[in-house]
């Protein structure tokens, strides 16, 4: 929220002295972005899907992900956060790393998360909201089996349920 306030405040101009919180954040966020990117990517134990995962793990050729992050790499990752060509944001099954907004965040759909190209996916999240979603739409059919929600909620769950099951015999 606060690096939504300090790039679109209608008063940024009087706050863009270096010292001001808003120009720091400006400034260190690209490299912390690309911190927590290195951190969910190349320094995780776990393996990754989604398109954007697929994608790293074929570049990495199935070698371990730290050992090739040298710090040349390193610094070039940092450089596409600051150019604008990478964006990371936590997802509730992994990361998106999609620059600008996402329409289907807006409405939070999860599954929508399964299609996208700048995805990356963990198991161990999936199967968390996989949990926590069975449990909604129990509480949901309990109240009211034939609403709107209720089909609207199961509808997203058989959308994570059928990629777990792709991840599961395909391996992503």
């Known amino acids: 929220m606060t690096v939504y306030y300090c790039n679109s405040s209608s008063i940024s101009e009087e706050y863009s002295a ?5 120009g720091i954040i400006r400034s260190i966020k690209p490299e912390a972005d690309a911190i927590a990117y290195i951190d969910c990517v ?31 790499e390193r610094s070039e990752i940092v450089k596409q956060f600051k ?18 907004p ?5 409405v939070r759909s999860f599954a929508a998360c399964t299609n996208c190209d700048r995805s990356i996916i963990k198991i161990s999240r999936l199967n968390k909201v996989i949990d926590r ?3 909604f739409v129990e509480e949901l059919e309990a109240i009211s089996p034939d609403s709107m929600a209720s089909r609207i ?4 769950l058989n959308i994570l349920r059928r990629y777990k099951c792709k991840v599961d015999n395909k391996g992503g």
């Open 42 to 72: 190349y320094n995780s134990n776990e393996k990754i899907y989604g398109s954007h995962g697929n994608y790293v793990d074929k570049f990495l050729d199935g070698k371990s992900h730290s050992s090739l992050l040298l710090p040349l």
């Open 83 to 100: 150019d604008g060509l990478i964006a990371y944001k936590e997802t509730p099954l992994g990361a998106c790393t999609k620059v600008g």
């Open 102 to 106: 996402c329409k289907e965040r807006a």
């Open 153 to 156: 909620e199961s509808d997203e």
């Open 133 to 135: 979603q069975v449990a």
């Open 18 to 22: 270096s010292e001001h919180i808003a």
